[in-house]
């Protein structure tokens, strides 16, 4: 597993070049590889990059899309700014939890799914909105929700 | 009868060939494509409303050899989500307003800079991106441009504090100046534009300044892509000039019971009915990055402000006293005298907290908190307190 990430991490760094522009960029792909940042990857990176391993930590702990702890497979971000909560956000929110069992910033026992809420995603006019990765969903019903989720239990 | 609002039909037009207009201004010459931007009056269509040929002239002059151009796609600001739909609908016109920039300018490499919430354009935009490249090839400029994503944090929309993420770093701003213009990205000469004032240099290109300056008002000049939603008869994204009233925007877009509307996002300002007809929308009244929310007598003003809170408390950077601190105790505070723990004279000690907050804070974000709390609680006091 070790070898593996070092490989892995190596593999990043001839993509984008061993220079600090290149962190979030190779976060952003160990994100998507492992769902988080685990603590191997990044102190691999801080070794790759040379700089500090508390650096890379402290970068990646500013952006809510970079994850230090254990996500699922498929992270829903349900947006909670005003027109979305206007346009009863709650509802989706309790439509998750009763299908899958989470409530935001939990993640499900087999690791698939994780809920969390979000600020705005820039759907207001279609609200109410959320993100299953980096796919939008908009002007979600309950019933709506419950289809789309049905669909990534499948994946 | 309400007068009816004037629309433009600008931003979406796809009738235009833009390597033609490429090579139009080629022929017009850098300088004089500056002055007719700079007497097109536009302005960055951020919110922030710095003049753009103004910016593109200070970088064109920098005698560094290496220059960056950067649209700022970071679109966060709660409400907003016009960009969104020029980079679903026009994404063509911003690569080419950024190749435009570039020649202007002589930088050789370009960066939009785009939210993570919105990666799902990236396909598409990766295809018109090596469209233009190569087109603009065969005109003999040399010009390279990338998607770099954010990670979530909206105060990477604020210029310094995106070049700073995208230099690999936590993306807090940095003190103005050194402005962009001059140290940016890598310390070398950037422009930093929004994704809508790249793609209204494509227009004045097109149509030249004077038409331009036909639209909008003196100090609003163009049309403008609004961002509309909440308690609407018609909610989405509409192009409009900018000089109308408060009132106008009402009755067209209004349920026909609107209480308030806000007027740029949760940093910009909260309208109560009262003010509708003196108000005007540009940068002579209610500045606005394109955000217009509207909310009916059935909306409580303490559960609106209280949303912008937390988003302001969350999305604060931390590194500056005055934001970090301010934010949660503004919070605090109206939630503290929402359970009469509080007298409701301590909205008045908040309130100066907000105005510590405009002086003091490192960035526009500490800065406009207050705008939205203090014509909230200006106007709707009796809603915070009861």
Known sequence: MISNNEEFISQLADKYGRNRESLLPMLQEVMDQFYYLNEDCMITIAKELDISTADVYGTASFYSFLDTNEQGKHVIRVCQ??????????????????????????????????????????????????????????????????????????? | M????????????????????????????????????????????????????????????????????????????????????????ASEKVIWGMAL???ITGAKEGYIYIRAEYKYLSTKLKIAIDRMESHIRTLGINFKLGLIFGAGAYICGEETALIQSM??????????????????????????????TFVNAMIIADIGAEEYRKLGTKASQGSKLFSISGDCSKEGVFELEMGMTVQQFVDEFGDGDTKAVQVGGASGFCVPRKEFKNTIIGFE???????????????????????????????????????????????????????????????DELLRLAYTMKYASKCGLGRSVGNAFRSIIENFREEIVY
């Not at chain 2, 230099?167 to 929004?194: A, F, I, S, W």
């Not at chain 2, 209610?286 to 059935?298: D, L, R």
């Not at chain 2, 209280?306 to 934010?327: A, H, K, M, W």
Request: proline letters at 6%.
């Open chain 1, 81 to 155: 700014t005003i027109i979305c909560d206007m346009k009863r956000k709650e509802d989706i929110i309790d439509a998750i939890t009763e299908l899958i069992g989470i409530k935001p910033g939990e993640t499900t026992h087999d690791g698939k799914f994780s809920l969390h809420y979000t600020n705005c995603l820039g759907a207001c006019h279609k609200g109410p909105a959320m993100l299953i990765n980096d796919e939008p969903y908009t002007e979600l019903t309950p019933e709506k929700v419950k289809d789309i989720l049905v669909s990534y239990m499948k994946k």
């Open chain 2, 2 to 89: 309400a007068t009816e609002l004037k629309r433009t039909e600008l931003i979406f037009r796809e009738d235009i060939d833009h390597s033609a207009l490429i090579r139009k201004i080629m022929k017009m010459g850098k300088d004089s494509f500056i002055t007719e931007l700079i007497e097109s009056g536009l302005k960055g269509r951020g919110g922030a409303g710095f003049p753009t040929g103004l910016k593109w002239k200070i970088v064109k002059e920098d005698p560094n050899p290496v220059k960056y151009i950067i649209c700022n796609a970071d679109e966060g600001e709660p409400g907003t989500f016009k960009d969104k739909e020029i980079l679903e609908k």
């Open chain 2, 101 to 103: 920039a570039a020649y």
């Open chain 2, 167 to 196: 230099e690999g770093r936590r993306g807090e701003p940095t003190n103005k100046p050194p402005y962009p213009v001059n140290k940016g990205y890598l310390d070398r000469p950037t422009v930093v534009n929004n994704v809508e």
């Open chain 2, 285 to 347: 009244g209610v500045p606005t990055g394109g955000s217009m929310k509207v909310f009916n007598s059935s909306r409580s003003m303490y559960n609106i402000l209280e949303n912008y809170l937390i988003f302001f408390e969350e999305e604060s950077c931390g590194q500056c006293t005055p934001c970090r601190v301010g934010t949660q105790q503004l919070l605090h505070g109206i939630r503290a005298v929402k359970r009469k723990e509080k007298p409701k004279i301590y909205l």
